[in-house]
């Protein structure tokens, strides 16, 4: 079960990663938002 659970972090904070960064970059364009 702590694997299980080890892995759900993992993802989720994949996700919420890639979600920042990708919404970072579609709203800011090319640039970061300072």
Do not use: K, N
């Not at 080890?6 to 300072?34: K, N, R």
Request: proline fraction near 3%; charge should be positive; glycine fraction near 14%.
């Amino acid at each position: 079960m702590r694997r299980q659970g080890f892995v759900g972090v993992t993802v989720h904070i994949c996700l919420a990663t890639h979600a920042i960064w990708c919404g970072s970059y579609v709203f800011g364009g090319s640039e970061w938002p300072s």
